[in-house]
């Protein structure tokens, strides 16, 4: 499967972005998709996915209440809604593709990546 991700950019503080994962080949619906961020200078980190159907999402403690993962299997779109940024968020984000359960992207590497996108967060 390929993934592109788009919709980084530049924002203020406490504003909105929605990025979006675009996927092709395989069939988008088997897997469960997600996305990681890598801030400069740190490890990349996991901060949501979601089942194909949606109906099982995972996030990344930290970012919950602000942060929110869908999709559109119609579309072969994967989204993240981000409110309320902060300074910190600025980061490259990434959008994947794996196997098996929400829960266990957060622990276990993704199959596939895409590349990512830049969002930057000013104060």
């Known amino acids: 499967v390929q993934l592109q991700a788009s919709g980084g950019g530049l924002v203020q503080t406490g504003g909105s972005l929605r990025l979006s994962c675009a996927a092709s080949?395989?069939?988008?619906?088997?897997?469960?998709m997600g996305w990681f961020r890598q801030a400069p200078g740190k490890e990349r980190e996991f901060v949501a996915a979601?089942?194909?159907?949606?109906?099982?999402?995972h996030y990344a403690d930290s970012l919950k209440g602000r942060f929110t993962i869908s999709r559109d299997n119609a579309k072969n779109t994967v989204y993240l809604q981000m409110n309320s940024l902060k300074p910190e968020d600025t980061a490259v984000y990434y959008c994947?593709?794996?196997?098996?359960?929400?829960?266990?992207?957060?622990?276990?590497?993704?199959?596939?990546w895409g590349q990512g996108t830049l969002v930057t967060v000013s104060s």
């Open positions: 979601i089942t194909w159907s949606g109906g099982s999402i």
């Open positions: 994947a593709a794996g196997f098996g359960t929400a829960q266990a992207m957060g622990a276990i590497p993704p199959d596939y």
């Open positions: 080949g395989r069939t988008f619906s088997s897997y469960v």
